[in-house]
């Protein structure tokens, strides 16, 4: 006889010891496919075998995952499932839920073994102990179980073969512990647990695949009151969760010896969240079940994973985790891989990777291991690539702004180049949390300047796409840094932008207390051309403020300042305000002379953002003169550029004065539909004022309605 632990390659045919098998008949056949049959006598009957545990209490959700195991049809080949996810995220749980709901699918019964890949206190089942379960389940005596594990595959497939059974193997490692324990039957089901994704599987057996991640909100809310009661599935016990199964669990029982809100308020801390969550049961102690899933990692993978838990924001992409680790994008990527077949990241659709919020937590709570040079190194290369890159996609939204110095990133930090506006906006986008994350955390490290220079190179796009609130906190954030940095420009630029951020927010208090800030160090340092950004800025605060008298005097103050500075583009942006407010303030004939001047110069120094501001002002002068078409002209062609920019928030202001040209000439439709789009702009923006003001514009069309009023086109 072969010993218990030998393989037998593929297409090597086997015999058995019939003396050590009595009752049981031999034909021999290629194993690896299931030609072995052993035929046991009916010598040692045993009942129906049912092992399979209890069905979980309170089981909530995963409907998408019951209906797929429902909905799966027998084939020629067993019906194999792998249910994967990270440790206590209820794989079992749903095996056995499903198993139970569906039993009269099974009558031969059902065999369960846990195979022990990620236990506390054991090492993973060997397939050939596993098979010895099995075939006593099935009723063969323990003195014929055949020691070679090819003998013991050969024989459990044989008294499976035609039977209608399920056969769950839980827990696994990896495709090599199942291989043997599967049957050769169509008639079949096999669900098999792991934390590692089996792709093996996948390839040899056609076997299925479900991925399970965190419960939804309703579905956490359902399970905790299903174990609390209602009244206590609070909120802050459900965002500690986090959509976990096992934590929720473990909530909800430490909140039936212990006041929910004091429960709640111990999870608040999420450097200690860990630590309420262990039970002190290796099998149930969430950190615990976190850290089993780490032990089969290499030295690289596991340095890998503690830092890409340090790495800001909810997601990362390939880039910033290869500068975090410092390695090239190929060797992050294997790492990375690895990670998600253990199942501790998940990568989406489009290509990034995202820790659930639990196992980041685990993640940083082992970071500490690292020697803290190496801890600091990868966050200051994330730093550094996320401040770059974003550098990099302001140039491409807006090639004129002044750009700032900031010398070469770290050594190990990857670049990430942006081909166009397109791009920069895309990568805006995509990166805007995880920016603001880094801006946090960096705060947090009092990296002032890496403070200073992530407000600057988000300003453009932050105020485009009409971020408002966020780019308020991190001009704050700013202005609070640029004092402890030598030179005094940043720190009147810093009040300046918190004063404009400020006015679009509708509080002038602030705004007026930032913009004064900013003026007087500005006289102070003999800063001529940052006195002339103030006093532009402060005239768009007093035109919001309704003092357009004002906003002139400061416009006027900033285009004599440009002038005497000889910058032609700044000239031409002072030109245009003191246009529009010239216009406002009843000179509707020397507005549109300013504001056509600064049109030319616009054009002739290719600046397409100012050419749109401009094409506005001059659309608002020509409605208001009558000239609607004309009107209607300007405003499209400001629309244009604007959507070409990305600027939405300027957009949605041109869509909302582009509906009175239209109003006027009778084209009630067009001036609907503009005002509509506005609005839903506005909504996406959050701009209360505006959006109450379109409302009722959009009323008016209702009365023009009820009176019978069509458009011209209608007839």
Known sequence: MTNADDETASGVRNTVDASAISGVVVQGGTIAVGGNHFHLLADNPRPTPRQLPLPPPGFVGRQGELAALTAAEPGETPTIWTIGGAGGMGKTSLAVQWAASHGDRFPDGALFVDLHGFSPNSHPLKPAAALRGFLDALGVHHRRVPAALADRTALFRSLVAGKRMLILLDNACDEAQVGPLLPGTSSCTVLVTSRNRLPGLAVAHDAQSLRLGPLTGSEARAMLSARLGADHAAGALLAAGAGHPLALAIIAGLARTHSPAEIADELRDESSRLDVLDTGDPATSLPAVLSFSTRALTHGQRTAFLLLGLAPGPDTGLPAAASLVALPVDCAKLLLRALEHASLVDRDNQGRYRMHDLVRDHARSLANELPARERQDAIKRVFDFYVHTAAEADRRLDPRRTSIRLGRPMSGVCSHPLRDADSALQW????????????????????HETVWRLAWVLNTYQQRRAHRQERADIWRCASEAAPRLTDPVLAIRAYRHLGHAHIELGDLDEAHRSLRRALDLARLHGETAQEAHTHRTLALMSEQDADRERALDHASHAL??????????????????????????????????????????????????????????????????????????????????????????????????????????????????????????YQHQDRPHSIRRVARQLGVFDALVARGHRCPEQG
């Not at 805006?428 to 990296?447: I, K």
């Not at 604007?642 to 202001?653: I, R």
């Open 560 to 681: 004599e300042l440009y002038r005497r500075l000889g910058n032609p583009v700044r000239e031409a942006t002072a030109l245009n305000q003191v246009g529009w407010l010239t216009a406002w303030l009843g000179d509707r004939g020397a507005g549109e002379e300013f504001c056509r001047a600064a049109l030319a110069l616009f054009e002739q120094h290719d600046d397409p953002d100012g050419e749109a501001h401009t094409h506005d002002s001059l659309g608002w002068i020509a409605h208001v003169v009558h000239r609607h078409h004309e009107a209607i002209e300007h405003y499209r062609r400001a629309l244009d550029i604007y959507q070409s920019l990305g600027n939405t928030y300027a957009a949605a202001d041109t869509l909302d004065r582009l509906g009175a040209p239209y109003m006027a000439i009778g084209h009630y439709e067009q001036a609907e539909e503009t005002l509509l789009e506005a609005l839903t702009i």
């Open 428 to 447: 805006f986008a995509v990166e805007h949390r995880n920016l603001l994350a880094t801006h946090t955390d960096a705060s947090a490290a009092d990296e």
